[in-house]
């Protein structure tokens, strides 16, 4: 009766305890990689290792599909590689932008250069790395301002690491009259920073003054001024700039 109506019960059968088998032994096999997985990875403290875990996954199943392409679907599992090869390299040349960001993400993950809380400064932009994911980097910049940079653009690129001094520093130029008491010109600097600024500045650090050279004009000098993270380095200037305005010993051009 199976023959007259054309369906062959016991191949399918069979195909169908195949198909079972391999579906059973691959989920064995992710069941006990993942596990390892999951503790060689946390013992590395590898920031979104669960990629590393859903490309292992995919692999299991891959290669239990290719298996079962020949016993239970009829299909050249070598033809099959091949046609997928050619597929894939035809996505791989219009997504050339989007896999060279996540080999980028791969490579900044693995080699933790890069990572959220640090300072940077690349490419013109500067500020704090607040996430990196597989495809992009984002820097937060002083304002609040936040900058997307492909992985592919921050792993080719120069990136500079911001001590904690550098991040907040802001510096306010002055000139000096000659003859004027440096020491007393630099403390009445402090004084008015640290009164009419006491909401901008970090008290991690402290206010200082540093003169650099000596011209036609008198010295030349900077107040260095150290902000929190949340402060324009423009208001802290403006407001200092401001307080300091008139003062006697102050030389008519900078």
Same mark, same amino acid.
């Given at each position: 009766?199976?023959?007259?109506?054309?369906?062959?019960?016991?191949?399918?059968?069979?195909?169908?305890?195949?198909?079972?088998?391999?579906?059973?032994?691959?989920?064995?096999?992710?069941?006990?990689?993942?596990?390892?997985?999951?503790?060689?990875?946390?013992?590395?403290?590898?920031?979104?290792?669960?990629?590393?875990?859903?490309?292992?996954?995919?692999?299991?199943?891959?290669?239990?599909?290719?298996?079962?392409?020949?016993?239970?679907?009829?299909?050249?599992?070598?033809?099959?590689?091949?046609?997928?090869?050619?597929?894939?390299?035809?996505?791989?040349?219009?997504?050339?932008?989007?896999? $060279?960001?996540?080999?980028?993400?791969?490579?900044?993950?693995?080699?933790?250069?890069?990572?959220?809380?640090?300072?940077?400064?690349?490419?013109?932009?500067?500020?704090?790395?607040?996430?990196?994911?597989?495809?992009?980097?984002?820097?937060?910049?002083?304002?609040?301002?936040?900058?997307?940079?492909?992985?592919?653009?921050?792993?080719?690129?120069?990136?500079?690491?911001?001590?904690?001094?550098?991040?907040?520093?802001?510096?306010?130029?002055?000139?000096?009259?000659?003859?004027?008491?440096?020491?007393?010109?630099?403390?009445?600097?402090?004084?008015?920073?640290?009164?009419?600024?006491?909401?901008?500045?970090?008290?991690?650090?402290?206010?200082?003054?540093?003169?650099?050279?000596?011209?036609?004009?008198?010295?030349?000098?900077?107040?260095?001024?150290?902000?929190?993270?949340?402060?324009?380095?423009?208001?802290?200037?403006?407001?200092?700039?401001?307080?300091? $305005?008139?003062?006697?010993?102050?030389?008519?051009?900078?």
């Amino acid at each position: 009766m199976e023959h007259l109506i054309g369906i062959d019960a016991g191949g399918w059968l069979d195909r169908g305890l195949t198909l079972a088998v391999a579906v059973v032994i691959a989920a064995l096999v992710e069941r006990v990689v993942v596990r390892l997985m999951h503790k060689l990875l946390d013992a590395s403290d590898l920031p979104s290792a669960s990629i590393f875990i859903n490309i292992m996954r995919a692999l299991i199943w891959a290669l239990a599909l290719l298996s079962v392409l020949q016993p239970v679907f009829g299909v050249d599992p070598a033809g099959f590689v091949t046609a997928l090869g050619v597929v894939s390299l035809a996505i791989s040349l219009g997504m050339q932008d989007t896999i $060279s960001n996540i080999i980028g993400g791969i490579s900044l993950m693995v080699s933790k250069s890069v990572q959220p809380g640090d300072h940077i400064t690349v490419g013109g932009v500067t500020g704090e790395v607040t996430d990196v994911t597989w495809r992009s980097t984002t820097v937060r910049v002083r304002g609040g301002a936040e900058e997307v940079i492909p992985n592919s653009v921050l792993s080719n690129t120069s990136v500079l690491h911001i001590t904690s001094w550098t991040v907040g520093y802001c510096g306010v130029p002055i000139a000096v009259v000659p003859g004027a008491d440096l020491d007393a010109v630099a403390q009445e600097c402090r004084q008015v920073a640290e009164r009419e600024l006491a909401d901008l500045l970090d008290p991690a650090f402290e206010t200082d003054v540093i003169f650099t050279s000596l011209t036609a004009y008198g010295a030349q000098g900077e107040v260095r001024l150290h902000v929190l993270p949340d402060v324009v380095f423009s208001t802290a200037q403006d407001r200092l700039a401001r307080a300091l $305005s008139g003062r006697p010993w102050l030389a008519s051009c900078v």
